[in-house]
C-alpha cells in the first residue's frame, strides 16, 4: 500500500520538477508585487511608514505558504474530476481513494514549504534595507511550518472538491484575493480591535493564523495573535477542511 502512495507522490514531485519555472513564476509573482510595491516603491517614496515592509514580512510569507499549497491541490483534483478525469487511472491503484486524497496533500504541503522557500529569499532582496526581522520563538517555528503546509493543503482538498474547472478563474478574485487581504497580511490581527465585527469575522480565515504565527516569530515587537492560538487554529482549520475535503473526494470516486 505504501509503495503507491509513494509511487503516486513522487510522480507528481516529477512533474513540479518538470515544471519548475512555471511553478517558481506562479508562485512568485503575486508576492512579488506585494514587496515590489509595499515593501521597496511606496516606502521610498514615502507613501507608507519605513516600517510597513516589516508589518507586512510575516503576512507575505504566510500568504506565499497558503496560496502555493492551495493552488497545487485545489486545480489538480478539480481538472482530474472534471475534465481530464485523470483520476480514475489513480483508482485504479491498490488504494482506498483518500489515500489518493493524502497523496494529493502531501504534494500539496510539499509545494507550500518551497514556495515559502521561494519567497523568502525575493523579500529579503527587494526589501532588505526597510526590514527589521528578529528570530523569537523558534521553537515554535518547525510546528508552525508542518502546520501551515497542512493548513494549505487541506484548504486546497477541500476546494478542489467544490470549484468544477469552469469556475477555476474565478478562484482568484472570488476566494484567494479575498482570502489574502484579510488574512493579516497587512495588518496584526490585535490591531483590528477597532473594528469588533470585522476582528470576530476574520477568524474564519485561515490564513490568519498562518500570519499570525509567522509574525510571532518573525517580528515579536508587533502586535500579534498569541502563537498558541494561532497553532490551536491552524490544528483546528487543518483537521476540519481535511475531513470534509477527504469525504468529498471519497464520495466523488465511488460515484
Do not use: C
Amino acid at each position: 500500500m505504501m509503495s503507491s502512495f509513494w509511487a503516486m507522490v513522487q510522480r507528481d514531485l516529477l512533474v513540479t520538477f518538470r515544471d519548475f519555472w512555471e511553478f517558481a513564476y506562479r508562485v512568485a509573482m503575486l508576492p512579488f508585487m506585494f514587496i515590489l510595491l509595499f515593501g521597496f516603491i511606496l516606502p521610498t517614496i514615502g507613501q507608507v511608514p519605513e516600517g510597513f515592509p516589516t508589518l507586512m514580512f510575516a503576512g507575505i510569507l504566510g500568504m506565499s505558504v497558503m496560496v502555493s499549497g492551495i493552488h497545487s491541490v485545489a486545480i489538480p483534483i478539480s481538472l482530474d474530476f472534471g475534465t481530464t478525469r485523470e483520476i480514475e487511472d489513480r483508482l485504479l491503484a491498490p488504494l482506498h481513494p483518500r489515500y489518493v486524497a493524502f497523496s494529493k496533500m502531501t504534494i500539496g504541503v510539499l509545494e507550500a514549504w518551497l514556495g515559502g522557500l521561494i519567497v523568502l529569499p525575493l523579500a529579503w532582496l527587494i526589501m532588505g534595507a526597510n526590514l527589521s526581522v528578529t528570530f523569537e520563538n523558534v521553537g515554535y517555528f518547525v510546528p508552525i511550518l508542518i502546520l501551515a503546509g497542512l493548513t494549505s493543503a487541506s484548504l486546497g482538498l477541500l476546494l478542489g472538491t467544490i470549484v468544477k474547472p469552469p469556475q477555476i478563474p474565478a478562484l482568484f478574485p472570488g476566494f484567494l484575493i479575498p482570502m489574502v487581504l484579510l488574512g493579516a497580511t497587512f495588518f496584526p490581527w490585535p490591531e483590528l480591535s477597532a473594528i469588533p465585527w470585522l476582528q470576530v469575522l476574520v477568524l474564519i480565515n485561515p490564513l490568519l493564523y498562518v500570519s499570525e504565527a509567522f509574525r510571532a516569530i518573525f517580528t515579536p515587537e508587533i502586535s500579534h495573535m498569541p502563537v498558541e492560538y494561532s497553532l490551536l487554529g491552524m490544528a483546528l482549520f487543518t483537521v476540519l477542511m481535511a475531513w470534509v475535503g477527504t469525504r468529498r473526494f471519497v464520495g466523488m470516486s465511488i460515484r
